[in-house]
């Protein structure tokens, strides 16, 4: 079945770093991907997504490429801030499925000042 | 254009009591999600929904748990005889019929 990997946390970071979450997924189809964030006590919000292979999403200074060769869809940011320490989940979605998500573990990133 | 709600927010139960949580998709959706977030975990998917039908139930436990959808009101969860091992956040999520689902706030059930 279809399943996720995304490295574990936490990610503690000054700010101003550079921040990158690896994801890695499997799949028999052709997924869309999507990176989620959660911060405390809230629900899931959508970062960004792509679609096919190649395609790159961005948001907020997020940024991810789906990777097809690699199977892969990991999350950058080129400079963090306090704000963006949250839990990140990279997930996939089946078409052939219903467009279920399925979620890695997800990964916490604290920003320090 | 107000998102998914969830209700309760927050919701204590004993142990063999009843849990009937509630979500409201956003305007103009009408498929629903449940996905379930252990401590420390990421989301599981439990079961996606249509108005009136339950299109996939492969995420939920076989005894206690059940869904629905009704053609007018929000869509339920209900966990029968709940157990400490049901705690945790429970997530709806809606969408049109497209990828894109989105999430409510969750409600976090605890089991005395």
């Known amino acids: 079945g279809d399943s996720v990997t995304q490295m574990e946390g936490p990610v503690t970071l000054s700010e101003e770093a550079f921040l990158t979450i690896n994801c890695t997924y499997t799949?028999?189809?052709?997924?869309?991907l999507f990176w989620y964030v959660q911060y405390p006590g809230e629900g899931l919000q959508l970062l960004l997504k792509?679609?096919?292979?190649?395609d790159k999403g961005s948001n907020k200074g997020f940024e991810a490429t789906y990777r097809k060769e690699t199977t892969s869809f990991h999350l950058e940011k080129g400079s963090v801030q306090v704000s963006d320490s949250a839990v990140y989940f990279c997930?996939?979605?089946?078409?052939?499925?219903?467009?279920?998500?399925?979620f890695g573990g997800g990964t916490r990133v604290l920003v320090k000042p | 254009n107000a998102g998914v709600m969830q209700n309760p927010r927050h919701l204590v139960r004993r142990r063999g009591q009843e849990a009937r949580l509630r979500c409201s998709p956003m305007?103009?959706?009408?498929?629903v999600y449940w996905y379930r977030q252990l401590p420390e975990e990421g989301l599981k998917f439990m079961v996606y929904?249509?108005?009136?039908?339950?299109?996939?139930e492969s995420g939920m436990p076989k005894e206690r748990f059940s869904a629905e959808f009704p053609k007018e009101g929000p869509s339920i969860l209900r966990i029968q005889q709940v157990v400490r091992g049901d705690s945790a956040a429970y997530f709806c999520?809606?969408?049109?019929?497209?990828?894109?689902?989105?999430f409510g706030p969750g409600t976090r059930l605890l089991v005395l």
């Open positions: 929904l249509q108005k009136e039908n339950i299109i996939d």
């Open positions: 999520a809606s969408s049109g019929g497209e990828e894109t689902q989105y």
């Open positions: 305007k103009g959706h009408s498929h």
């Open positions: 799949a028999t189809g052709y997924p869309s």
């Open positions: 997930a996939l979605s089946d078409r052939a499925a219903g467009n279920k998500l399925t």
């Open positions: 792509a679609t096919k292979a190649d």
